[in-house]
Structure formats: structure tokens, C-alpha cells
């Protein structure tokens, strides 16, 4: 009995021993998510009884569950104003002494933030990216409670300015909250350029401290380990201690690698990264990030992905379009929209707002290319230095957040703003050059729709600003939005080159606008096909990118069908249902053209060949399914045929791509 008592004693020693070394890290991530007290101040009842001093009354609030919006509630559709939200949280006697930040993926538009009735921070006019509240002075060990006012009006201190952007202008605390408990001395955020050169690769490792008068070199030591994230093997290629440099309160290191797997969109490798910050040998924190091998550039008219030239078809989505939830969409929403994006051969996409990092994860993941933006929308957008100053706020966060997703290989500046208008030019060219400072290995773009005006003939013609960036993007709407038809489409565009020359274009939008413009799929069907083979026969269109996968949610919206206005625009309902439009958006974006089927007794005959208009790039490790028969595409490239035969007694074959997206279902009998 004592020699099982004393065994029992030692096991339950030896597990704690090594829960405590599994986790040696003094860094906790807690979720605020969940039931939060929520009240709306329309009559501003806060500003005499002081909510963020004493809280909200309890006989005003009512119960929600965070991450909420209030736009998506009976009677709130329209609400646009100040709203509270408040809970509490306990913190141990245990904790007192490290940092408490409070970490809000996304509040809009603008939020003030109360910790145990002081103010502890704000965030204003930027309500699409994640910010961080340091909560460290106002915490106390047991409850305490977070209070948070958040304000939707249109507003010029906000980008998107006042009404002039095409989305739910949906108000609240509408991403994921956490508190994240770390030592003083701590890491604040890993930044990572992964660039392939030939099979070999380099990794640029930045990282910064939350805060640096806590940081003494000459005692402190970062250890990485980086492994393969999703490829089969898994394998450690680095473990070691980082060598590197400081400069500016931040520690710069650059690896070298005789082998990588570079990350595509039909291959997207990861790696993960994991630094260890320890001082005088004991650990202080630990961090993860993921990243990729990938470069990206233009020339010659063309997208070059890993030294590969590649011409794009995209699909622009519209998050925040669920009638329930708004922009507080989950998870399975984001995965049913991306998937379908996917499964329509869309491998490109623009977001006119700053995403959630869950959307591109699932881009990294699974091979969908991105220009992220700065909600610059509309011609009644005039930058001056109070905009201006936000959109640096806009693209500073932008990148900060998202810098290490190799999905994401352009930042956009704006959209649709008057683009010959001197001043905002210059405001534009200022936001390019800090952009290419903060981050030289991506792209930086501006979307216009005013460059089809031409060159007028009198003096102080200002040319449009999009030509002076690295890809001319252009919504082309001329059968639409510009009241012109198709019939001018191709000469307008080869105006458009020859006005521009050795300047590639990519089409940002086009696509049928109902119910301003009529016709319905049937239309929109037509008009796809039409401007698509225009597109492809141009050689200096490097990409285009479909508007849109789903009719929306938008204030501007002038179908009125529910209690929140939409735009009938997509190629799926508003529930995500595909339209006949959807497949005819699958099958001109394939990459692969069925050239011919024979059948003989039970064998097929496959002639493929790769398409060398829109989209173009070459097909490596795709695979034909017949019945229970694969054959193996090992590589097609653009203009190439090949003969495939295959024994089934299948109807059809399946081709895939190697994530296992379908990329054509072709049925033969």
C-alpha cells in the first residue's frame, strides 16, 4: 500500500513537472467573448450619469453575446449613434505585477474604453483593424470591469468618410476580444519575410517588445524554432538561437536556407515560426507566427509569382452580409463564402475594408491571392490632412496585423476616389511611398474608375494617379455604371494602353448591378462571357476580379426585399445560394480547356489544354478522377495539350486541384 501511495505521489509529480515545462511562457491569452450587458444611448443618458465612470444601469441593458452588432436587431437597422457594452472578468493576486492588455480584433467605427470606471484608451475613426488597449495601471486583483462605448455615425473624422462607401455600416464590437496577460519583459509582435530564390530561400525576421525600456541586450536571447506547418514531413529546419541586430528597439535577424517549399496557390507551404525571449536563462515569453516562401512582383504585363509569370481571374466578396449577423459573422460563415470562392476557380480577391486574421489564414491556407485595402471609397471622399492622417493610421494597423500572411500580396490605398484631383493625388503618392517603406516585398495599388475619361485637350490635364503606382486597377463598368455598352469595350481599352503605355492593367470590377441596371442572370451571364473574352485577348490585362460572389448588405442598397437594404449584384443570393451565373463564373475561370472527349468501349480519351488568355498559369500536380481511376496532371503549361486515357465505366471525370478544389466536373455520356 505505501509503495502505491509514494508511486501515485511520483506519477502525479512527474505530470506536473512536465505540464509545468510544456508551458514554460508567462503569456495567457483569455477570451472576452460571450455574454456582455449592451444598451443603446440614443438620448445620450450617459453624458449625466456617467456609464463609463459607473457603469450601465442594469434596468437599461439587456444581454448579448460579443462578438454582436446592433444593425442586425428589429428596430436597430438604422440605428446609427452610441451604444455601451460592458462585463466583467477576474483577474488572480498571482497575476498582479505583469501586463494586462485588452486585444479588440475590430470595434466599429470608433470606441472609448473604461477599465474599473477610468478611461484606459480609445480608438477612433478605424474600425476595421485590430488594436491593442493597455490595461495595466487600472487593473486590480479580483473582478473588474471593462465598459466600452462605441459610436456607428457617419462621420468625416472616419474612414470610410460620412456615406460614401457600398456596405453595412453595421455598429459594435463585432470581432473576437481577449486579454493577454504577458512579463513586463515581452514580445509585442514577429514580422517575417519569407523570399524563395530558386529551391533555396531567405527568412527577414523582425521582432518588437511591448516595451523596450524593459529590454536589456546584453542579458536577453531569442530562440527560434521554425517548422514546416502543413506540408507531410513536419520537419524542424531551424532551432537555434537567432543572430542578429538591434536597431530602433528591435531585434533584426536574417536566415538563409539551402532547401524550401515556396508557398502558391496551389501549393501553399507554411512555415511556423516560434521565438523564445529569455533573459539571464530564464524564459519570459514565447510566440508563434505562420509565413510562407513567396515573392511577388510585375513585369512584362504580368502578375510574377515565384519568378513565374501568371495572368488572374478573381471573385470580390462582401463579408457582413449574413441577415442574422451582420458583420459579426462566424467562422462557418467565413468558410462557406471563401470555399465558394474557391470552388468557382477564383484564386484572387480584393477586400475594400480590413478583414479579420481567420479570413486569411483560410487564404493562406488554402491558396486564394489578396489586396487588402484602406477604406478609401467614392468620389465624395476628398483627402485632406485629417483623412490623410487616418488612412496612415489605417495602413500602419493594416500592416502591422497582417504582415506575415503570404496570401496577401497587394496593399490598396483607396478606391474610387477622383483620381485626377491634384490633391489627393499627392496624398496618394505620400500613403504609396510609406507603404513600399513599411513592407517593399508586396505590391501597393490604387483602384480607379476614372481613368477611361481620357485626355482632354486643354492644358492641366491631371492623368489618373492609378498609373503611377504598381498595377493600373481598373472597374470597368461600361455597360452599367459608365452608360456605354460592350460594343466599345475593346476599343475603349486599348485607348485606355495607349494612353498609359508599358503600364499593365488589371480589371478590379466589373459585373451587372441590379436592380439599377436590368436584366438578371440571364444578363449577367451573357455580359461575363463577353467581357471576359475581351479581357483575355488583351495582352496587357494581367488579371481580373469579378464583382460580386453575393448580393450584400449595404446602406447604399436599393433592394429593400428585408429589413436591411441590399445590392442584387452576385453570382450566389444573399444566403449564399449559387445562381446559374455561378457555374458560367467557374467554368471561364478555370485555368484548364477541355479540348476534346473520345469514348471507346470504357475508355476515355482526355485532350486538355492550358488556357493562355484569363486566367493563365501553369497546372502542376492536378489530378483527373474518373469512377475510383486518378490520373495525374504532372504539369501543363499555358498554350500546351496533352492526351489523357483513362478505363472507367464512370459518366464523368472530376478535375482537381492538388488542395482538392474542384476545378471541372465534366460529364461525357
Known sequence: MKKSIILVFVQLFCVMFI???SNPTNRETISLNGTWNFSVDSLAIEETEGW????IPQNSSVKVTVPHVWNVEKGLEKYWGDSWYERKFEISNSDMGKIFRIQFDAIYHSAIIYINGKKAGEHIGSGYNRFFINATSFIKAGKNTITVKVNNEFSRNNIPFLKSYDWANDGGIYRNVFLVITDPIAIKNIHVVGTPIGNKGTANINVSFIDNSKIEQSNLKLMATITEENQSTNNHIFESELEGEFENGKFISSLNFDSINPWHFDSPNLYKLTIKLIVDGEQKDE????FGFRSIKVENNRYVLNGEPIRLMGVEWMPGSNLERGMAETTADFDKNLTLMKNANCIYTRFHWQQDEYIFDWCDRNGILVQEEIPYWGGATKLNDTLFTLGVMHLTEMTNNHYNHPSIISWGIGNELYSHDPENIDYLKKLYNMAKDIDSSRLVNYVTNKIH???????????DVSAEFDMIMFNEYYSTWFFKTIDILSDELDRISDEYPNKPITIAEWGLCEPVHKGGDPRRIREMKQQLKIYGSKEYIAG??????????????????YSYPQRVHGVCDIHLN???SYNTLKNESSPIIVKSVDVKNKEIIITLSGKTTIPSYIIRNYTIVAGNEKVQINELKPGEEQTFRINTDSDQFVILRPTGFEVIRFKFR
Open 578 to 580: 449559387p445562381k446559374p
Open 544 to 561: 481580373a476580379i469579378y464583382f460580386c460572389l453575393n448580393d450584400y448588405r449595404t446602406h447604399y442598397g436599393e433592394d429593400f426585399t
Open 287 to 290: 510566440l508563434s507566427t505562420v
Open 453 to 463: 475619361k481620357g485626355k482632354p485637350e486643354e492644358d492641366g490635364y491631371v492623368p
Open 19 to 21: 505540464a509545468s515545462c
Open 52 to 55: 463609463g465612470e459607473n457603469g
